[in-house]
């Protein structure tokens, strides 16, 4: 089975760094990638919000400033339960608005830490 996973970020060495830890994890995995926001909307909808794994950084906004973690909770709630945020902080969970807890990857992250928190939300 492929795993299928969307990295919404806006770093390209995160996105390398992201897609070498993936192959090392899952055996059969596609990457999508998107720098911005408008593009990870034109993803996700055109993917029908069937991603195994959605990595997103919380500091990708769109062109109105709304952030892509805003984004996620209004437009795509059904991918929620898939996300983990790879982000510069000291915290290791965050809460959405009703209360669910979306998983951190903080940056820098190790091969160990990475790979623990996304076979959590995409079992083997």
């Not at 769109?62 to 790879?86: M, N, Q, R, V, Y």
């Amino acid at each position: 089975m492929t795993v299928e996973v969307l990295v919404a970020d806006d770093d390209l060495d995160v996105h390398e760094l992201v897609n070498d830890i993936l192959s090392i994890t899952f055996k059969d995995i596609k990457v999508d990638r998107v720098l911005d926001a408008e593009s990870f909307r034109a993803k996700a909808n055109s993917h029908k919000n069937q991603y195994d794994l959605v990595l997103i950084a919380s500091d990708v906004a769109d062109a109105s400033g709304k952030d892509i973690i805003s984004i996620l909770l209004d437009e795509f709630p059904t991918l929620i339960e898939k996300t983990a945020i790879i982000e510069e902080t000291a915290a290791t969970v965050r809460f959405d608005r009703s209360g669910a807890e979306i998983p951190l990857i903080k940056k820098p992250f190790s091969l160990d830490e990475f790979s623990s928190v996304i076979k959590k939300i995409c079992p083997l």
